[in-house]
């Protein structure tokens, strides 16, 4: 045995196993960056657990920048593979003989329930495995005796979205776009021949794509394994299509899960589906089966930014434990890095198969969290065709501010949603502006169709908001068109004009309805919910635009300073820095200094001279009234003593436009429901309170509008408190190699 030289720094291993997902490389660089600064010796196994097994040169230590421009990539750059070998106990044994070598006994797995759980055995076995291999000769004592315990964390990569313990799974939010993007082609063709679909997705047995594709992609009728259809099924399913084309719809789309069954247990395939449609439809329908399309490509921006947080806090956790220490899931929760006992977590996820199997559905559902739960009836509601609202109130939707992609999202939803409820629902053309000039029409089912993936705003939006004196007209327009509730969607100017107008509303009759605000910016500067809609589609065209910035670098030394908007809120400037791998953020939060960027200038140079070829620097459009972008490039340029050119990179409204991302039409559909419901409790109960979007452990809530000046910095316009700020030394970790700082 060749053993690793005396030391007393940490040594660990990250490998990445089983199925691929999009976002391990994020993981995968996190996990070598931040213990490299956490003064960790840091290994990459290639090929997964096969890797550990065969030893050899699948097993090298990697450098701060053997990890440098993988981000955007996807797949995995160190392999997976699904080991037979590991499986064994000799294959276990041979895979400790391996990492003793290297003085590894630290282990970051990226993968899923299986890997996930073969790793956890391999822990459990280790001190007997050690024993065997000194008994052998194979292993000197004393080194068996310094690296007694082995160390893991795990972090799930699944495209599925299957491991309780996590909101979501790497690679998920990649697949979804890719599901969604596949819809959304299939429905223009589709809608030209009044043709039907049915598109099978990935889910053995999570129906998390099958769901959330669906909402997102505006389809018909969505068949997942937590959920299996009541018998008579198929005359549901062909009824609903029906009525959607007798409400003027041109295309049916029918979502199918891989592991969709009836509730007796047989499989409902998309060729059963596509056969029963073509019959009782009589129509040509057509299947489209996705398969490993929703596994490639590169990954989303959340896919980058989440897995890059996953993969920091997994490296500090097995850098830091001690022997005693409990292998954890290393997850999210509402932003936020969450650990979860790994086993128990593992479990619990085994355990809902069963649960189908048994037909205890109830609970099979709620494993899967309250979100998903309230997500089914959600789509049950706004996949109906209702165009005889009776009983209801006179509800009317309103946009105000900056247009943010998923305005129409939440339009769609928020008709369908209350239709659904028996009520009229109004849509309000050209903003409170277009309330008074009494432009307002009765929005029918049929009327928002087509619009759940559409970019812009069919309403129209205005940053102009209502004045004191255009008070009373505004009133006066609410009593004459006998509106019961408004919903508003927008941005900060938005919610600003309502608290204003609410401060006065003793004053004004009309102000005596329910209002509430749902949150639509690009900036997410909003007090309340974490991420604004439209927030999510701006941050992936900035990481789209910079993927193609790097290209057209490759064959120069050059630096970019890209600037995005956000006003005096630096969260498009943070994540889209996480998200794209760049080396230096300036935000308005922190200022922008001459020593700082004489700091950045001494690095550059350094660091361009030892062989960097592109050098990134993302800005907030407001980080300082001084330094701006030209300013600073001007700066670089001068200082950089020939051995870089700098350009600069302003992205402008490219980041408003485009069509929503899946995550902000599933996230302005679950609003917009949830405040159709609110107002109408509100209508119920004869109460006129005044809010906004909030949230409670991540299931929205309504704040009262008065308390909008305590958590909002006015002169700002951003939050008082910005979750995302906590992310900074993450940043700091992973931008920087620590002998350059």
Same mark, same amino acid.
């Not at 679909?197 to 889910?203: D, K, L």
């Not at 969709?260 to 998309?270: C, L, M, Q, V």
């Not at 938005?494 to 107008?501: C, K, L, N, T």
């Not at 009262?704 to 700020?725: F, G, K, N």
């Given at each position: 045995?060749?053993?690793?030289?005396?030391?007393?720094?940490?040594?660990?291993?990250?490998?990445?196993?089983?199925?691929?997902?999009?976002?391990?490389?994020?993981?995968?660089?996190?996990?070598?960056?931040?213990?490299?600064?956490?003064?960790?010796?840091?290994?990459?196994?290639?090929?997964?657990?096969?890797?550990?097994?065969?030893?050899?040169?699948?097993?090298?230590?990697?450098?701060?920048?053997?990890?440098?421009?993988?981000?955007?990539?996807?797949?995995?750059?160190?392999?997976?593979?699904?080991?037979?070998?590991?499986?064994?106990?000799?294959?276990?044994?041979?895979?400790?003989?391996?990492?003793?070598?290297?003085?590894?006994?630290?282990?970051?797995?990226?993968?899923?329930?299986?890997?996930?759980?073969?790793?956890?055995?391999?822990?459990?076995?280790?001190?007997?495995?050690?024993?065997?291999?000194v008994e052998a000769g194979e292993v000197p004592a004393e080194i068996a005796a310094r690296h007694g315990h082995l160390v893991i964390a795990g972090v799930v990569g699944s495209i599925d979205n299957d491991m309780v313990g996590t909101d979501m799974t790497v690679g998920a939010d990649t697949a979804?776009?890719?599901?969604?993007?596949?819809?959304?082609?299939?429905?223009?063709?589709?809608?030209?021949?009044?043709?039907?679909?049915?598109?099978?997705?990935?889910?053995?047995?999570?129906?998390?794509?099958?769901?959330?594709?669906?909402?997102?992609g505006g389809a018909d009728y969505v068949l997942i394994p937590e959920n299996p259809p009541a018998d008579g099924w198929e005359d549901e399913m062909c009824e609903r299509l029906r009525a959607g084309r007798a409400a003027g719809r041109r295309e049916s789309i029918v979502v199918v899960a891989e592991?969709?069954?009836?509730?007796?247990?047989?499989?409902?395939?998309?060729?059963?589906?596509?056969?029963?449609?073509?019959?009782?439809?009589?129509?040509?329908?057509?299947?489209?089966?996705?398969?490993?399309?929703?596994?490639?490509?590169?990954?989303?921006?959340?896919?980058?930014?989440?897995?890059?947080?996953?993969?920091?806090?997994?490296?500090?956790?097995?850098?830091?434990?001690?022997?005693?220490?409990?292998?954890?899931?290393?997850?999210?929760?509402?932003?936020?890095?969450?650990?979860?006992?790994?086993?128990?977590?593992?479990?619990?996820?085994?355990?809902?198969?069963?649960?189908?199997?048994?037909?205890?559905?109830?609970?099979?559902?709620?494993?899967?969290?309250?979100?998903?739960?309230?997500?089914?009836?959600?789509?049950?509601?706004?996949?109906?065709?209702?165009?005889?609202?009776?009983?209801?109130?006179?509800?009317?939707?309103?946009?105000?501010?900056?247009?943010?992609?998923?305005?129409?999202?939440?339009?769609?939803?928020?008709?369908?949603?209350?239709?659904?409820?028996?009520?009229?629902?109004?849509?309000?053309?050209?903003?409170?502006?277009?309330?008074?000039?009494?432009?307002?029409?009765?929005?029918?089912?049929?009327?928002?169709?087509?619009?759940?993936?559409?970019?812009?705003?069919?309403?129209?939006?205005?940053?102009?908001?209502?004045?004191?004196?255009?008070?009373?007209?505004?009133?006066?327009?609410?009593?004459?068109?006998?509106?019961?509730?408004?919903?508003?969607?927008?941005?900060?100017?938005?919610?600003?004009?309502?608290?204003?107008?609410?401060?006065?509303?003793?004053?004004?009759?009309?102000?005596?309805?329910?209002?509430?605000?749902?949150?639509?910016?690009?900036?997410?500067?909003?007090?309340?919910?974490?991420?604004?809609?439209?927030?999510?589609?701006?941050?992936?065209?900035?990481?789209?635009?910079?993927?193609?910035?790097?290209? =057209? @670098?490759?064959?120069? !030394?050059? $630096? /970019? *300073?890209?600037?995005?908007? %956000? #006003?005096?809120?630096?969260?498009?400037?943070?994540?889209?820095?996480?998200?794209?791998?760049?080396?230096?953020?300036?935000?308005?939060?922190?200022?922008?200094?001459?020593?700082?960027?004489?700091?950045?200038?001494?690095?550059?140079?350094?660091?361009?001279?030892?062989?960097?070829?592109?050098?990134?620097?993302?800005?907030?459009?407001?980080?300082?009234?001084?330094?701006?972008?030209?300013?600073?490039?001007?700066?670089?340029?001068?200082?950089?003593?020939?051995?870089?050119?700098?350009?600069?990179?302003?992205?402008?409204?490219?980041?408003?436009?485009?069509?929503?991302?899946?995550?902000?039409?599933?996230?302005?559909?679950?609003?917009?429901?949830?405040?159709?419901?609110?107002?109408?409790?509100?209508? =119920? @109960?004869?109460?006129? !309170?005044? $809010? /906004? *979007?909030?949230?409670?452990? %991540? #299931?929205?809530?309504?704040?009262?509008?008065?308390?909008?000046?305590?958590?909002?910095?006015?002169?700002?316009?951003?939050?008082?408190?910005?979750?995302?700020?906590?992310?900074?030394?993450?940043?700091?970790?992973?931008?920087?190699?620590?002998?350059?700082?």
């Amino acid at each position: 045995m060749t053993t690793a030289p005396p030391t007393h720094r940490p040594a660990i291993a990250v490998l990445t196993s089983g199925g691929d997902a999009p976002g391990m490389n994020a993981v995968v660089r996190a996990v070598v960056r931040t213990a490299i600064g956490a003064g960790a010796d840091v290994f990459a196994v290639y090929e997964g657990l096969q890797g550990l097994v065969d030893g050899g040169q699948r097993i090298e230590r990697f450098g701060w920048s053997s990890v440098g421009s993988v981000q955007h990539r996807g797949g995995t750059v160190i392999g997976t593979a699904r080991s037979a070998d590991f499986r064994t106990r000799e294959g276990r044994r041979r895979a400790a003989l391996h990492l003793l070598e290297r003085g590894i006994d630290r282990l970051v797995v990226v993968g899923g329930d299986g890997s996930l759980t073969g790793t956890d055995v391999f822990r459990s076995e280790w001190p007997d495995l050690l024993d065997e291999l000194v008994e052998a000769g194979e292993v000197p004592a004393e080194i068996a005796a310094r690296h007694g315990h082995l160390v893991i964390a795990g972090v799930v990569g699944s495209i599925d979205n299957d491991m309780v313990g996590t909101d979501m799974t790497v690679g998920a939010d990649t697949a979804l776009h890719r599901i969604v993007d596949a819809i959304d082609a299939l429905a223009s063709t589709a809608a030209s021949h009044q043709r039907s679909f049915v598109v099978e997705v990935m889910g053995r047995h999570c129906g998390y794509l099958a769901l959330m594709s669906a909402i997102a992609g505006g389809a018909d009728y969505v068949l997942i394994p937590e959920n299996p259809p009541a018998d008579g099924w198929e005359d549901e399913m062909c009824e609903r299509l029906r009525a959607g084309r007798a409400a003027g719809r041109r295309e049916s789309i029918v979502v199918v899960a891989e592991g969709a069954t009836d509730r007796h247990g047989n499989p409902i395939t998309s060729g059963h589906v596509r056969d029963v449609l073509a019959e009782r439809l009589a129509e040509d329908v057509r299947v489209t089966i996705l398969g490993h399309v929703q596994r490639g490509g590169a990954p989303s921006a959340y896919d980058r930014w989440m897995p890059t947080l996953l993969g920091h806090a997994a490296a500090l956790e097995v850098v830091h434990a001690g022997p005693d220490h409990e292998p954890q899931l290393i997850g999210v929760r509402n932003n936020r890095v969450h650990r979860t006992p790994l086993m128990s977590a593992v479990e619990r996820t085994r355990q809902i198969p069963g649960l189908i199997q048994a037909g205890d559905y109830r609970a099979a559902m709620a494993a899967r969290g309250s979100s998903f739960t309230d997500m089914v009836e959600v789509f049950d509601r706004i996949a109906q065709a209702n165009d005889e609202p009776s009983g209801g109130a006179r509800i009317a939707v309103v946009h105000g501010g900056g247009l943010a992609p998923g305005m129409n999202t939440a339009v769609r939803a928020a008709v369908r949603f209350g239709q659904s409820r028996g009520h009229t629902m109004l849509g309000v053309q050209g903003s409170f502006l277009g309330l008074v000039d009494g432009r307002i029409d009765e929005l029918a089912w049929g009327d928002v169709d087509g619009w759940v993936g559409s970019g812009g705003a069919e309403l129209g939006t205005r940053r102009a908001m209502p004045r004191m004196e255009q008070y009373y007209a505004v009133s006066r327009a609410l009593e004459n068109n006998e509106i019961d509730a408004l919903l508003v969607v927008g941005g900060h100017r938005a919610y600003q004009a309502v608290h204003d107008m609410h401060a006065e509303r003793d004053r004004y009759p009309g102000f005596g309805l329910p209002v509430i605000c749902l949150p639509a910016t690009i900036d997410n500067n909003l007090p309340g919910w974490e991420t604004t809609i439209g927030a999510d589609t701006a941050l992936n065209e900035i990481v789209t635009a910079v993927d193609r910035l790097k290209q =057209s @670098a490759m064959a120069s !030394q050059r $630096a /970019f *300073v890209v600037e995005v908007m %956000g #006003r005096y809120c630096g969260y498009l400037a943070l994540m889209g820095a996480l998200s794209t791998g760049a080396e230096r953020v300036y935000l308005h939060e922190e200022g922008v200094t001459l020593a700082d960027l004489s700091d950045d200038v001494a690095r550059m140079v350094a660091s361009f001279r030892a062989g960097r070829r592109f050098h990134l620097a993302i800005r907030n459009e407001a980080a300082s009234e001084g330094y701006t972008t030209e300013v600073m490039c001007r700066l670089f340029a001068e200082e950089s003593a020939g051995e870089f050119d700098v350009r600069p990179m302003v992205l402008g409204h490219l980041q408003q436009g485009g069509n929503p991302t899946p995550f902000d039409r599933v996230h302005a559909t679950r609003l917009a429901a949830f405040c159709v419901d609110w107002l109408s409790a509100q209508i =119920s @109960a004869r109460t006129g !309170q005044w $809010a /906004f *979007v909030g949230s409670d452990e %991540g #299931r929205p809530t309504a704040e009262p509008i008065r308390t909008m000046a305590d958590l909002v910095d006015s002169a700002l316009a951003r939050p008082r408190e910005q979750w995302w700020l906590d992310l900074r030394p993450v940043m700091a970790a992973l931008a920087t190699e620590p002998d350059a700082r």
